[in-house]
């Protein structure tokens, strides 16, 4: 059975520090791994990671993916108040016949105190 | 806006009774996913719809059922309610599929059941 475990399950910081959230997964059929920051409603796209080792970055957000220990970080630097929600690691599963999916963890619920 | 239609944004209804939710996709996105989303469980998936037909299965239950029509939106059958299925649903879609570029989700139904 496909796994996918976030660490910590709930963060709290000060605006203005820097955090790391952790996802490691053990999956069949591996074919990327995806990120999405969830507010009050539908989760939102944050990044698409493919290769190891090659780190994706939208402003003070960052994440990198590592297939050989597999597991994925999403760095988010200079936190502000609109940064917590809760963050999903989400990696993409190939089954043959056009199958695909995405296997959701838990989540990170972060939480920025300002 | 991610540009993913749902509706109703909210259900509430009794145990034993018969729900549809619909879903219309991105404009141009062939294929359609559904999402169980509870408390305890996260983010569970149900089903995927590619160009109308049925391309994988997760753990959706025998008492719901889902179509994608020919103008590709989708809708997702409950039978039979029990308390137990109240949860939010979420509808997402892709161009091709997971496999090749990310899910943008709705906004979800958040489905009662009393």
């Known amino acids: 059975e496909d796994k996918v475990v976030q660490s910590p399950l709930s963060l709290v910081v000060h605006e203005g520090d820097t955090v790391t959230l952790n996802c490691s997964y053990e999956?069949?059929?591996?074919?990327?791994l995806l990120w999405y920051k969830q507010e009050k409603k539908a989760p939102t796209f944050l990044f698409m990671l493919?290769?190891?080792?090659i780190e994706k970055k939208s402003g003070r957000l960052s994440s990198i993916l590592d297939k050989k220990e597999l597991f994925s970080i999403l760095n988010i630097t200079a936190t502000q108040t609109g940064d917590s929600a809760v963050y999903l690691c989400?990696?993409?599963?190939?089954?043959?016949?056009?199958?695909?999916?995405?296997?959701f963890g838990k989540g990170t619920h972060l939480i920025i105190q300002p | 806006d991610s540009g993913v239609t749902q509706t109703p944004k909210h259900l509430i209804t009794a145990t034993g009774q018969r729900v549809t939710l619909r879903c219309s996709p991105r404009?141009?996105?062939?294929?359609v996913y559904w999402y169980q989303q509870s408390l305890d469980q996260g983010l569970q998936f149900l089903i995927q719809?590619?160009?109308?037909?049925?391309?994988a299965k997760g753990n959706i239950l025998e008492r719901f059922s889902a179509q994608q029509f020919p103008d590709l939106h989708s809708e997702l059958n409950l039978s039979s309610l029990e308390l137990g299925d109240s949860a939010l649903y979420f509808c997402?879609?892709?161009?091709?599929?997971?496999?090749?570029?990310?899910?943008?989700f709705g906004n979800g139904t958040r489905l009662t059941v009393t």
């Open positions: 719809y590619y160009n109308g037909e049925e391309r």
């Open positions: 493919t290769s190891s080792g």
């Open positions: 404009s141009g996105d062939l294929s």
């Open positions: 999956v069949t059929n591996f074919r990327s």
């Open positions: 989400a990696p993409c599963t190939f089954s043959g016949g056009g199958a695909d999916g995405l296997t």
């Open positions: 997402a879609s892709s161009f091709q599929g997971a496999e090749n570029s990310p899910l943008h």
